[in-house]
Structure formats: C-alpha cells, structure tokens
C-alpha cells in the first residue's frame, strides 16, 4: 500500500496545518491507478478506533460514493453508533471530485429535460469495473476487511448503487440510496428495476432509499400525497423515486429487505445527513443487540443467557455470511466480573469461557479466567490460565503472576 498525500515544496508549509485537520476528519489519503479507467483514482480510509495493528482483526467494509464531502458524517454515525447498533466498519470513501456525472449515471443521454446535455455520461458500467477489479481487490489486499460489502450514494451516487444492486448484486450485501436521480435518461433505470426485482431474488441483500421534501420547486401545493398526479417535468425526480418504491414493495417476495423514508423537511443537499443514520441503522437492524433487559437482570437463568449469545452467534453468521463473535470480549469480561461481585460464579465463568471461545487470542480473557478460579480457591487452575496469558502474551505481568500464584500454592 502506497499513502498518496503530495505537496510541493513551495506549498507544504502553508498546507500543512489545513491537511491535518482534513486528515483528523477522514483518516488515510491514499490513491490507486485504474487500469479500466486509464487514471489515479484517489481514496480515503477510515479505520475503526478499535483497530490494532499486528492483531488479526478485520472488518466489514462501506464504499462511499462522493467520499471526499460524505465520509466523516458516515464517520460520525458510526463513533455514535457502532456497537449496539451497527458493527465497527472501515470506511473506504471514493473521490468523485472529477468525471462524476461520467461514471455514476448509468446509460448516454445527449439530452435532458429538453435541453442539449454535453456532460460525458453513462459510464456505470466502466466505473463499476473499477470497483469490482480493481479497487475491491486493493482494499482486500492493503486493509483489514471482510467480504461483507455495503454501498453509499447521494443523487447520481444513489443512482449507481440502485444499479449496482440491480445488475451486480454479488459484489454488496447493502445499499444505501440517498434521493437517488432515478429520473435519469427517462427513468430507464426504473423501468429495467421492474422486470429485474420481478424475476431475480436478492437473499440477504439490504436496500434503504430516501427522499427528500423538495417535490416541486415552484408549486408548495404539490405534496407527498398528491404528487403522483402531477405529470410535469418539475416532480419527475421525485415520482421516479416514489414509483421506484412502489416496484419494490410489490416484489416483496423477491427476498430483498427494503425500507424507504422521505424527509419532507429536507432539500436535496440536506438529505444525506439523516439518511447516513437512519439508512446504516435500519440496514443493520438485525445487528442491534436485543433481550439486554434479559442480560442486566439479577435473576435471568444462566441457560436463559446462553441461549440469547447462542443465538445472536447464528443471527449474524447468517447475515455476514461468516462467523463473528456475538457480543464484543469487552462486554463479555465485564459481564463475568459483575456476575462476580454479584456472588453468581456459574454465570461468572460462562461469561468467562464464552470470552475465550470467540477471542481464543485474547491473554485478556485468559487472565480474567484466572480471576475466576483464584476467586473460587482454585489456585492450580488460576496458574494454567496464567500460563496461558503468558504463552500469549509473553508480557512480564503474567509472568510475575504465575511465579506468585504458584508461591502461593505451595
């Protein structure tokens, strides 16, 4: 991996400062040249704050069309409410600074609404290449990331991720579609969707799409309510997208989950910001934790709480597509201390055991079992879990631990 961040000498100085406020807000610049587009195309990453380097961690993934504007508002939903809500996810932001119309608008229109349109346009398909062979693969190769894929896009961003979802819905498991321009090239896209949802099932795939409150521009009695009795050019956008909705909901059987949301207090540039949150949770609604009240209660039975981790491991196997532990080690090993000081041993070491079950790397979660069992007497045990921790970690702490233990045990 190459970072990309390039100044001239002569405007290093009176940069420097600028960039890194810029980097503290979107994470690594970095850079890769296209072979399929025949130019550098420029990414921003950004890690979760829970990332170490040298520990196998990895991560799911969120591709963000128009990453240099939507990435540290994505970033920010994600400080807030990754964990309960969302997992944490590396954020690869595409820059669509140049050529934007050109690769996210997705068939060659040479007019629109009337008028000459000389934008280069309808290259989707190239800019999709791009993705699927070369920069997908460069993330998998630079950064710590798992194959479970979502997508963000804005206007003609939403656009291309509907399209992505209709015409290569290997390569995203969500897609994310903010007041997508399916008005494009007379909403050709919209009339494809109907065949595509009608005949092909999109399991486990995830679509939420947004619209924003900016119906007519030049009528305020146009309203959600009656504007699909409007014909003029001036709701085209806005019908698309509602009838867009309407295909979807009556292919329900199609497998595809789908939620959509209009915004009737937003403009078109506005929307983004409650899509981001809404959008990410509502796709990852089967992610947020449930039974908590089940989980903080005194006098829940341990096989009660057993079942509950048990299964949310299935839960999110079937969604990631791959197995992931069900409740962060942080949370585990707290548990198993309160379980402790609550005088309840059996809950104790369950926590304690699931702990090293889904994070069997962890020295922490082998020192913490060590607690338990130092805790019930059990000083041979402590010592082999100690050991463990050491073999692990090889840290002087456990080390010092084990040659006390073991004087104790004498």
Not at 14 to 23: M, S, W
Not at 65 to 72: A, I, M, N, R, T
Request: hydrophobic share 35%; aromatic share 12%.
């Amino acid at each position: 991996m190459t970072a990309l961040i390039l100044f001239s000498h002569q405007t290093l100085n009176a940069q420097a400062n600028q960039h890194r406020q810029f980097l503290q807000q979107v994470g690594l610049v970095d850079s890769l040249y296209s072979q399929v587009l025949d130019e550098a195309r420029k990414i921003y990453i950004k890690l979760p704050d829970s990332y170490t380097p040298g520990e196998n961690q990895e991560y799911p993934v969120v591709f963000i069309l128009d990453g240099e504007v939507f990435l540290p508002t994505v970033s920010n939903v994600l400080h807030y409410y990754s964990g309960g809500f969302m997992p944490e996810m590396v954020l690869v932001g595409i820059s669509n600074e140049e050529n934007r119309t050109r690769d996210l608008t997705t068939s060659t229109i040479e007019t629109k609404y009337g008028m000459p349109f000389n934008e280069e346009n309808g290259e989707a398909e190239r800019f999709m290449a791009f993705i699927e062979k070369e920069l997908i693969p460069y993330i998998e190769n630079n950064y710590p990331v798992t194959s479970f894929r979502t997508i963000i896009g804005h206007s003609y961003g939403g656009l291309f991720a509907i399209y992505s979802l209709l015409t290569h819905p290997h390569l995203f498991a969500h897609y994310l579609a903010i007041d997508p321009s399916l008005d494009w090239d007379g909403q050709k896209l919209l009339h494809e969707a109907q065949g595509n949802l009608a005949t092909r099932k999109f399991e486990n795939k995830s679509l939420f799409v947004s619209l924003g409150g900016q119906l007519h521009m030049q009528n305020a009695e146009v309203t959600i309510d009656n504007i699909m009795q409007d014909t003029t050019d001036f709701t085209l956008f806005a019908r698309s997208n509602i009838a867009f909705s309407d295909v979807v909901r009556q292919n329900a059987d199609n497998g595809l989950s789908f939620t959509w949301k209009f915004y009737p207090n937003d403009l078109h540039g506005t929307v983004p910001f409650p899509s981001f949150m809404d959008g990410l949770i509502s796709l990852f609604e089967w992610y947020q934790m449930k039974n908590t009240d089940k989980i903080n209660a005194f006098d829940t039975p341990e096989a009660e709480l057993l079942g509950i981790i048990k299964r949310r491991e299935k839960k999110l196997a079937s969604h990631f597509g791959y197995a992931e532990p069900p409740y962060p080690e942080e949370l585990l090993n707290m548990l198993g201390y309160m379980s402790m000081d609550m005088q309840q041993p059996g809950k104790a070491k369950m926590y304690f055991e699931l702990a090293i079950e889904y994070y069997p790397a962890s020295a922490n979660a082998c020192d913490s079992m060590a607690d338990y069992y130092e805790g019930q007497g059990d000083l041979s045990s402590a010592i082999q879990y100690v050991t463990n921790a050491y073999e692990i970690s090889g840290s002087d702490y456990h080390k010092k631990r084990i040659e006390a233990l073991i004087e104790r045990d004498k």
